[in-house]
């Protein structure tokens, strides 16, 4: 009797301790946030050192490389540039000495929308004029194209060029 008493005692308490539990629904729905934003400037800024990396002969970008790079040049025509951006590129390379040549002197300088401005002292020099607009209209179609291809402005790709060149 008293083993009876102390199960059903035992059972009475476990039962009164149990929280109970209820669900009710909101009364309003719920709203959940899924706005993400895509930071589309990691690709430019990769584009932008490969590119320089091809117009300076140097390797831009601080990260290592594969060793597939050592055995495989890029191919930008299968990245999404076209062949005139590339032709573009090999221009600058081309030229990538005499502008160097230039920022040493004090001829030219970077200004903030990526693009070379002839300072004082290299101004009246018809050949310098030339060279520096060459080198901005080469530079506007790349920034285009990378603009086309990342989904930007071209005025964005020239902040982000302007700051990578810094």
Do not use: W
């Not at 390797?59 to 055995?71: A, G, R, T, Y």
């Not at 040049?73 to 590129?89: C, D, H, I, K, M």
């Amino acid at each position: 009797m008293k083993g009876r008493l102390i199960v059903v005692l035992s059972v009475f308490l476990i039962m009164a301790g149990c929280a109970s539990v209820q669900f009710k629904a909101p009364k309003e729905p719920i709203k959940v946030d899924v706005a993400m934003r895509l930071d589309v400037y990691q690709h430019v800024v990769k584009d932008i050192n490969a590119i320089e990396s091809i117009v300076s002969g140097g390797n831009i970008d601080s990260k290592p490389q594969s060793m597939l790079n050592f055995f495989c040049s890029s191919a930008y025509a299968q990245e999404g540039l076209s062949p005139g951006t590339e032709v573009a590129v090999m221009r600058r390379k081309a030229r990538y000495a005499d502008i160097a040549s230039a920022k040493s002197r004090g001829l030219i300088a970077e200004n903030t929308s990526g693009l070379l401005d002839i300072t004082d002292q290299g101004r009246g020099d018809a050949a310098l004029g030339n060279l520096v607009s060459a080198e901005n209209n080469d530079r506007m179609e790349i920034y285009k194209a990378i603009a086309a291809k990342n989904g930007t402005s071209v005025s964005e790709v020239q902040k982000v060029y302007a700051s990578q060149m810094r």
